[in-house]
């Protein structure tokens, strides 16, 4: 099978690169072994929201040249302060492209309300959830959190008290009781967020949620529901809020989450509508190298047939997906062999805090200052890696994950494209 890019990932990283590749008219295959941090995503997008030293960041683009020399190896000081910031608003146009509605810019963060009533300085949040602009409130005196009956997913007493707590509103609580969710309530197993949206986007089950709320909101000017409606499209939502009268927003539940899932659909489907070729529960197995170049990798699903690619694309993500592996002595990149930063010894793998930084995290790839993947200290000329499996850089502890995603991906994309144009 021949492309001109082949992607080692369907995540954020992998599906960003590859639409703006096929944008441009490339041939892009993408190998995804399964579900990607998207999944697991509150659907709010971070760009850097603390530096290493723990400060605060509330304009990430003005604190780049800070983390710079705070961290001379993280993918944004790697690319530079002036192509991180020109990347940040592709992004934002690229997502734009593949239909998904976000709140936030680069120059400034703002809050989002998370699962726990709380507020967390972010880069992109979907429009469904409760955001404030920092320094600000949100803009209604009273509100309603309705949580759903046997739903352990979501705590509405406890978001509605940090609401009233942290930002002085009136926040009341309630359960939803819906007899069309009863078949999946008796099951546990099966009453989660994704399930749930199932039974309430079907027109009637939305028109009875709908007067349950009405009934237990009172003069409530805002409504809060865990993100369990609008699975496919806007359109439940947008009856809900017709038939309530009042604004609803949504807050993200456990995994698997509905607003990460969303986004991942609307990436999915942009790339497979340019003509790209989607491979899931597909896992790259090996590579043929071709001198310092890859000619092509073999996949779990086609052990004898040969993806072969001009470029391609590491975007397999970190030890959550696979994309790094760990032995007892030795962290490793298991296609490529690639070059991996980390520490020899084991003890310095981790710190005894559970809330503690944790070195490695940021472990991963090596690359050069165009992305492209390290081999015994050489660049693979046709290899770049993009998103989690990118060392020098903590996504939990600086708040970057989806930020170093995007960008290096599109990073990726422009090397790409102008290397495919110089060869065409």
């Known amino acids: 099978m021949e492309f001109d890019v082949v992607v080692i990932g369907g995540g954020l990283a992998g599906l960003s690169c590859a639409i703006r590749l096929a944008e441009q008219g490339k041939r892009c295959g993408v190998v995804s072994a399964g579900q990607g941090a998207l999944f697991f995503s509150s659907g709010s997008l971070d760009l850097l929201s603390r530096l290493p030293d723990g400060t605060p ?50 120059a400034q963060n703002h809050y989002r309300i998370t699962p ?23 803009p209604w005196e009273k509100v309603l959190v309705a949580g759903i009956e046997g739903f352990l997913d979501f705590e509405p007493h406890l978001v509605a008290g940090s609401l009233a707590t942290e930002q002085g509103i009136e926040a009341g609580a309630a359960y939803v ?16 967020a994704v399930n749930i949206a199932r039974v309430l986007d079907i027109a009637k089950n939305t028109q009875a949620l709908a007067e349950e709320l009405n009934r237990l909101a009172g003069d409530a000017q805002c409504i809060i529901l865990p993100a369990c409606i609008g699975l496919d499209g806007p359109a439940p939502l947008e009856q809900l809020r017709a038939a309530v009268g009042r604004p609803v927003r949504l807050l993200p539940t456990l995994p698997p989450s509905l607003l990460g899932l969303r986004i991942f659909q609307a990436l999915r489907q942009r790339f497979c509508r340019l003509g790209g070729v989607f491979m899931p529960g597909d896992r790259v197995l090996k590579a043929e190298f071709d001198g310092r170049r890859i000619a092509g990798v073999y996949t779990r699903s086609h052990t004898d047939i040969m993806l072969r690619a001009q470029q391609v694309v590491l975007a397999g993500g970190s030890f959550f997906s696979n994309g790094l592996m760990a032995d007892r002595d030795r962290i490793y990149e298991p296609v490529f062999g690639a070059d991996v930063w980390g520490h020899a010894d084991r003890g310095e793998w981790g710190r005894a805090g559970f809330f503690e930084p944790q070195p490695y995290l940021q472990f991963g790839v090596k690359t050069d200052h165009r992305l492209r993947a390290l081999l015994n200290n050489e660049p693979v000329e046709n290899l ?7 060392g020098g850089y903590d996504p939990l502890q600086q708040g970057c994950g989806a930020g170093v995603s995007l960008i290096s991906a599109l990073h990726a994309a422009q090397r790409i494209a102008l290397s495919l144009k110089e060869t065409a």
């Open 57 to 106: 960041v509330t304009a990430p683009l003005e604190a780049l040249d800070e983390l710079a020399r705070q961290a001379p190896r993280h993918p944004y000081s790697i690319l530079g302060a002036d192509t991180v910031a020109a990347l940040a608003r592709d992004s934002q146009a690229l997502l734009a492209r593949c239909g998904i509605p976000l709140f936030g810019r680069g």
């Open 177 to 192: 009781h819906l007899p069309a969710l009863d078949p999946l309530r008796n099951n546990p197993s099966e009453f989660r």
């Open 116 to 138: 726990l009533g709380t507020r967390r300085a972010t880069w992109l949040s979907p429009e469904d959830i409760p955001v404030t602009e920092l320094g600000q409130t949100l």
């Open 384 to 390: 770049y890696a993009v998103g989690a499996v990118l």
